[in-house]
């Protein structure tokens, strides 16, 4: 049973126009909610996050959108740059828990 | 601060070896991780960790075993390698504080091929 999901497994954009990467979760339980950034050979870093009691956190070029009621989040990246290019993991947290779960992750591509 | 420091970078290991991946981390953070994460996959936790001294399964746990006895270090043993333990393995670290983000911090992973 996966309880965060990404359906899309790749995104291509070009640069300078916004990238919008989605997660849907199941788990009404989770309460807070990350985003991680990953290099090929390297280990994921952390971009964004948003507790379950917001629906928006913005952070530069990044913003981070939750619908509860939809059990949706977003993550919008305006403008795009190729340095941008990874696979972005949606994750979630539990309350109580240091425990997170994770989505399979979206390839995003940035092109020039 | 070197974060999140794992050894070795890559390994092969014959199908029954066993082996310890290491993990230190120097943030004193008091919760540490292990994922694997296969090809095309999440990242699925192995094993974790509180604080010294305590440790609990994850979601993966089977033919794998941790320990830890330090705040810093929190190695992962693999007995009797099995090609189904061929993954990309990753250690992890946070640090439990109200406000906080709960954001994990990663090293550079472990590439395993059991053949």
């Known amino acids: 049973d996966q309880q965060v999901k990404q359906n899309s497994p790749s995104l291509s954009v070009q640069e300078g126009r916004i990238s919008i990467l989605n997660c849907d979760y199941t788990n009404s339980m989770f309460d807070y909610f990350l985003w991680y950034k990953k290099y090929p050979a390297e280990g994921p870093t952390f971009l964004i996050s948003i507790s379950s009691i917001k629906d928006k956190n913005e952070d530069g070029r990044f913003t981070v959108f939750l619908n509860k009621s939809a059990k949706h989040l977003s993550l919008h990246i305006v403008p795009s740059q190729p340095g941008d290019s990874a696979v972005y993991f949606c994750?979630?947290?539990?309350?109580?828990?240091?425990?997170?779960?994770f989505g399979t992750g979206t390839k995003l591509q940035v092109i020039p | 601060n070197a974060g999140v420091t794992q050894t070795p970078k890559f390994r092969i290991l014959k199908i029954g070896q066993s082996m310890t991946l290491q993990c230190t981390q120097d943030?004193?953070?008091?919760?540490m991780y292990w994922y694997r994460q296969d090809p095309g996959m999440g990242l699925k936790l192995i094993y974790y960790s509180v604080g010294a001294g305590i440790t609990d399964k994850g979601e993966v746990p089977n033919g794998y075993n941790v320990s830890r006895s330090t705040t810093e270090d929190f190695p992962l043993r693999l007995e009797l390698a099995a090609p189904s333990q061929t993954s990309v393995y990753f250690c992890?670290?946070?640090?439990?504080?109200?406000?906080?983000?709960?954001?994990?911090?990663f090293g550079p992973g472990t590439r395993l091929t059991v053949t």
């Open positions: 992890a670290s946070s640090y439990s504080r109200q406000g906080s983000s709960y954001e994990q911090y």
């Open positions: 943030m004193n953070h008091n919760y």
């Open positions: 994750a979630a947290r539990s309350g109580g828990y240091q425990k997170v779960t």
